[in-house]
């Protein structure tokens, strides 16, 4: 009877844990042509914002990536140390991050990354922290 209860037990903690690495995941998915990213926590929409991508003569890269690290208080070392603040980087250079131009989102206007009202930014970064970078799928599409 103890072997039973045994193999029960193993089989529940087996079978739940792929739901609980399922349960903190995170992903920002950004249409390009939209100009708007949708979060999602757990499947389930939870924020849809305005962004800025690339504008033109310069390009934001298309296809999927974990979130590699997090810089709060980040400056530009290939803009004139231009503000990031809330900085997920998730490929090469190419970071999600606040913007003080939020004007300019819903519409191309920077060299690559992804801009955000900083608020917005902000909110991302604190769920990225809270599930770890590598829970955090970026997917940016046209």
Known sequence: MKLFASALL?????????AAVEAGQLIA???VSEQVMRVYKNGKQIHKWRVSTAR?????PRGQ????FLSKHHKSSL???????YSIFYSGN???HGTNQTSRLGRPASAGCIRLDTSNAKKLFAMTQQ????????IVQN
Do not use: E, H, Q
Not at 10 to 18: G, K, N, Y
Not at 65 to 68: H, I, M, P, S
């Open 65 to 68: 990536w974990r979130g590699k």
């Open 56 to 60: 033109k003569g310069k390009y934001t």
């Open 94 to 96: 190419f970071a999600i």
């Open 131 to 138: 599930v770890g970078t590598r829970n955090l799928k970026v």
């Open 10 to 18: 193993c089989a529940s903690l087996l079978f739940s844990v792929p």
């Open 79 to 85: 803009y004139n140390n231009a503000p990031m603040p």
């Open 29 to 31: 998915k950004v249409d």
